[in-house]
């Protein structure tokens, strides 16, 4: 069964810089798009960042400019590297990958962001 897991430090300072892995088993080529979400305990989820089999990009409106999406085919990974960390920066981020038949979810990773 295929399957994808969230990975990177769960601390970092106001103003630093993180870097998220998402690995997966999945065939690349099963693969339609890739998103990051992020979701706070109350919140509602969010979508940060999407990159799709073409190579299209997508940014939440919260993390642009602040947020680079990238892909390693040969490995197939997703990275999420987010810079100038706010402090409601603090939440679960979560990887997907859509295929033809469904969307599957990653357990998450926390990431907290001290002032």
């Known amino acids: 069964q295929e399957q994808l897991a969230e990975f990177g430090v769960g601390l970092v300072q106001s103003g630093g810089s993180l870097r998220l892995p998402c690995v997966t088993s999945?065939?690349?080529?099963?693969?339609y798009a890739w998103h990051w979400h992020r979701q706070a305990p109350g919140k509602e989820r969010e979508k940060v960042a999407t990159i799709s089999r073409d190579g299209n990009i997508y940014y939440g409106d919260s993390v642009q400019g602040r947020v680079t999406i990238s892909r390693d085919n040969g490995k197939s990974e997703v990275y999420l590297q987010m810079r100038d960390h706010k402090p409601n920066d603090t939440d679960k981020y979560y990887c997907?990958?859509?295929?033809?038949?469904?969307?599957?979810w990653g357990q998450g990773t926390q990431v907290t962001v001290s002032s």
């Open positions: 999945f065939k690349v080529s099963s693969i």
């Open positions: 997907q990958v859509v295929t033809a038949a469904y969307g599957y």
